[in-house]
């Protein structure tokens, strides 16, 4: 969905290193979404944000923090990345609690 | 959220109709039936939802019994690229409107 723009689309890093994975939509959504995708396991959600004032913990985000600077852009990073945090990335949007989610197409990260 | 229940996988031939169908047993009144799918190495994509009442829109249409126990998704003309794994959600307003994807569909459209 060209309306959600994930940067970068892959990122080879190293282990302890910062990253940080950016997000960003036109669509005007005010809840904005990042999960985590590994094989066998579905998505994950790791945090997510109603509105630029607002941050909520998902299930997993242990390791992760996140930023909204503002209502088109939710940023996720990892202070200190570690091999298991190996995954596909993905960043959604949505208008609404009953809302559809639009999503990027995801940032493929790999920690050596 | 309520379980769903899906075939692992189905072929289906391009031009013809793809009824993909989804077993939710336990949907309670409150909880919409949502319906994604994920073209490989792509975010997942939203394709139509719907609570009680059957949906249609420009991709497909949504047929839900009148129990709400399952409901069907119907790719009217399936293409080549209509290949992709097909996610039945159920989910209520709470828990963050988080989706938790099962395993899915793996749909398989054959010229």
């Known amino acids: 969905d060209a309306d959600v723009t994930q940067t970068p689309r892959n990122r080879i890093t190293k282990t302890g290193k910062r990253i940080m994975l950016e997000c960003s939509q036109t669509?005007?959504?005010?809840?904005m979404y990042w999960y985590r995708q590994d094989p066998g396991l579905g998505l994950r959600l790791i945090y997510y944000?109603?509105?630029?004032?607002?941050?909520n913990k998902g299930e997993i985000s242990d390791g992760y923090s996140v930023s909204r600077q503002a209502q088109a852009k939710f940023s996720l990073s990892l202070e200190s990345a570690i091999p298991n945090q190996t995954a596909l990335y993905f960043c959604?949007?949505?208008?609404?609690?009953?809302?559809?989610?639009?999503f990027g197409d995801g940032t493929r990260l790999s920690i050596l | 959220d309520a379980k769903t229940t899906q075939p692992t996988s189905m072929d289906c031939a391009e031009g013809r109709a793809a009824n993909l169908p989804c077993n939710h047993s336990?949907?309670?009144?409150?909880?919409?039936v949502y319906w994604y799918r994920q073209i490989h190495s792509q975010g997942p994509q939203y394709i139509i939802h719907?609570?009680?009442n059957n949906e249609t829109n420009e991709m497909a249409s949504l047929i839900i019994t009148e129990d709400r126990k399952s409901s069907t998704l119907i790719l009217p003309h399936a293409t080549l690229r209509d290949t992709a794994v097909y996610y039945c959600?159920?989910?209520?307003?709470?828990?963050?409107?988080?989706?938790?994807f099962g395993g899915g569909t793996r749909v398989l459209v054959k010229p």
């Open positions: 959604a949007t949505s208008d609404s609690p009953h809302g559809a989610q639009h």
């Open positions: 669509k005007g959504h005010d809840r």
């Open positions: 944000s109603f509105d630029v004032k607002d941050i």
């Open positions: 336990t949907i309670s009144g409150n909880e919409y």
């Open positions: 719907g609570l009680k």
């Open positions: 959600i159920v989910r209520v307003k709470a828990a963050g409107n988080k989706l938790t």
